[in-house]
């Protein structure tokens, strides 16, 4: 019996640290603990257009936005604002601390080169994720003999927490044929600066209470599937004018989250453990089939109908309407009024000169009467 108590005794210590570390991995503590910038990534790959994009995720039913940078206890607005170098994009997500001051969260960059190939990279600001935060889709060919790639990546799976998760594989000429990079790159399009500021927001949102991070943490490890198996950790910047363009001249940074950093604000936000269970029972609600891993969701990306074809309604108008209009030139020739109005005309017409008539006679009148004023 005292064999068998012994290796419980062991679990019951082992089983509840390898669940703390399994936390602490997952963590980076910081402020950015609170946007999971896999979960933006995917939700940026889905998406059609930015503002549609900013909209979406600034939904609470999204589940992804759960930032409060300046400790109001409510969640922050999250701005989208498109910055150009070329045909580079840098798509900065934005959040108004206050009144006057701002912070960077993160930035996108895209880049298209002439071939039609694209890469996309994820930048966490190092203020929320620390240095080199950087995540990227799975595209094996954009290894070169410079770069070191993740070590957590083992050949064709990663292992998280324990689990091997299968890694799926993409191109750059897949990642351009995503919905909102073939939205970003058309002739037509305006670029998006959010028009949202500090106490000024659209209509439809309304900021809510924020969750603790075990409890943000517990919802999203559900998708660590897909997460790890399509995206990954990348220490290089594929942009070579990250710092020049954006870095020492547009990156925006918050003296209040500087401060509450500093004094700990934010580790409130790790004071309740035992709420993780919360995030995987509304993960449960949220999705109740379950996550099962797509076997080609960037292969067979979601088709585009309005940024890309905007012209498609006036194409397919034309071909319907020729098909049923065969009443129209039936019925006008039938109707009298080319009939009418010949006839009429003709009518009206020879009044008039019966009624020029009527002097005629006057001559003869006035004849009769000067001869009998001779008589």
Do not use: C
């Not at 039913?61 to 170098?85: A, C, F, P, Q, R």
């Amino acid at each position: 019996m005292k064999k068998l108590l012994l290796p419980l005794l062991l679990l019951s210590f082992v089983l509840p640290a390898k669940l703390f570390a399994q936390d602490k991995e997952d963590k980076l503590d910081l402020p950015g603990d609170n946007l999971n910038l896999f979960a933006v990534l995917k939700l940026f790959q889905e998406s059609e257009t930015l503002e549609g994009f900013e909209r979406k995720l600034n939904e609470e039913n999204s589940e992804i936005n759960n930032l409060d940078l300046n400790g109001d206890n409510k969640t922050d607005y999250i701005k989208v604002i498109d910055n150009t170098d070329g045909d580079v994009h840098t798509i900065v997500l934005q959040v108004d601390v206050s009144a006057t001051e701002k912070q960077d969260v993160a930035v996108f960059t895209v880049q298209k080169d002439p071939d039609g190939k694209v890469q996309i990279q994820l930048i966490g600001d190092e203020e929320l994720y620390g240095k080199d935060y950087i995540i990227e889709p799975n595209a094996d060919h954009n290894i070169t003999a410079t770069e070191t790639p993740n070590p957590g990546y083992t050949g064709n799976t990663v292992v998280v927490d324990g689990q091997s998760i299968p890694v799926q594989k993409t191109t750059t000429v897949v990642i351009a044929s995503w919905p909102m990079v073939r939205y970003i790159y058309l002739p037509t399009y305006t670029i998006w600066r959010s028009p949202w500021y500090w106490n000024y927001y659209p209509s439809y949102w309304h900021p809510w209470r924020p969750l603790f991070w075990h409890a943000y943490w517990g919802y999203h490890s559900n998708w660590n599937n897909w997460y790890f198996g399509y995206y990954r950790r990348w220490p290089v910047y594929r942009y070579n004018r990250w710092n020049d363009f954006y870095f020492n001249q547009r990156r925006v940074h918050s003296v209040i989250v500087f401060n509450n950093r500093q004094n700990g604000i934010y580790r409130n936000t790790y004071a309740k453990p035992e709420t993780r269970q919360q995030g995987v029972a509304l993960f449960n609600k949220r999705n109740p089939g379950g996550n099962r891993l797509p076997t080609q969701p960037v292969d067979k990306p979601r088709p585009i109908t309005r940024p890309v074809n905007p012209a498609r309604p006036s194409i397919e108008r034309p071909v319907t309407k020729p098909v049923q209009p065969g009443t129209r030139p039936v019925t006008r020739p039938v109707t009298p009024r080319p009939v009418t109005r010949p006839v009429t005309r003709p009518v009206t017409k020879p009044t008039r000169p019966a009624i020029q008539s009527r002097p005629a006679p006057r001559p003869e009148i006035n004849k009769n009467k000067r001869d009998g004023e001779r008589h």
